[in-house]
């Protein structure tokens, strides 16, 4: 009898192994965005958020950008209103002008992504040219702000994703 239960335990064990590498599996990222890619953030990522799940535009989320002294800044506004994750990708409209680097922290509360590639992980990296910041964990957040270090007589462009739940997400592009 002894041999059967060991014989079953080892069964279940490899099902189990079996399942995980032949199942796909979904991943969310509660310390930061799963990718850097150009347009909504959530779509471009192996992600729990699907387009139907779109709330729309930011405004529709009662969601704010501002560009005021160099701060770049993403509000949530209204009574009780939040978000968990958020990306900020800048890009720059001029072949001569990366955006990499242009971005730096001002709240505790977002973490630099690196420019060395456009991968998946957590969080992602940006492409060579892109600069991005994201989230570091998924608390209830009604603010963040970045530093932008942007040349002059260069028009960049920052796309923005907010994230309120997995089911909830909201997108925006604005020229900074």
């Excluded at 930061?32 to 992600?47: D, Q």
């Excluded at 800048?90 to 730096?104: F, Q």
């Excluded at 630099?112 to 964990?137: E, F, K, Q, W, Y």
């Amino acid at each position: 009898m002894k041999t059967n239960f060991s014989l079953l335990i080892a069964c279940i064990a490899y099902i189990t192994l079996l399942g995980v590498s032949v199942f796909p599996t979904t991943s969310a990222y509660p310390n930061g965005s799963g990718t850097c890619k150009a347009g909504p953030a959530v779509l471009a990522s192996a992600s729990p958020h699907l387009e139907s799940d779109r709330g729309g535009t930011l405004a529709d989320g009662g969601y704010t950008t501002s560009f005021v002294n160099g701060i770049f800044t993403l509000k949530a506004t209204g009574s009780g209103n939040y978000f968990k994750g958020f990306l900020l990708r800048l890009s720059s409209n001029s072949n001569a002008v990366s955006a990499a680097g242009a971005i730096e922290l001002h709240s505790g509360k977002a973490q630099l992504m690196d420019s060395t590639g456009a991968s998946i992980g957590s969080p992602a990296t940006c492409a060579v040219r892109v600069a991005g910041a994201c989230h570091n964990d998924n608390s209830h957040k009604t603010a963040v702000g970045v530093k932008l270090n942007l040349d002059a007589g260069v028009n960049y462009r920052m796309m923005v994703t907010v994230v309120k739940n997995e089911h909830d997400w909201y997108y925006g592009s604005v020229l900074v």
